[in-house]
């Protein structure tokens, strides 16, 4: 049985991390950050699919 009642700052009653509100900000810009770039990447993956095709369509039709 455990006596402790925290774990790597994780309190078991109120299941939260004893921080100060100034790393929950970072931690949440961190985030942010990863999100944005995630998306941005994302975006740019799918241009660049289209932008395959759309040339292969191009290319398609201007063997005909």
């Known amino acids: 049985m455990m006596t402790e009642n925290s774990y790597y700052n994780w309190n078991a009653k109120s299941g939260d991390y004893h921080r100060t509100n100034a790393d929950y900000d970072k931690l949440y810009i961190k985030g942010k950050k990863r999100e944005r770039a995630f998306r941005i990447l994302l975006w740019m ?3 660049f699919v289209t932008f395959g ?4 369509v191009l290319a398609y ?3 005909k």
């Open 53 to 56: 095709v759309f040339m292969k």
């Open 61 to 63: 039709a201007a063997s």
């Open 45 to 47: 993956g799918s241009a």
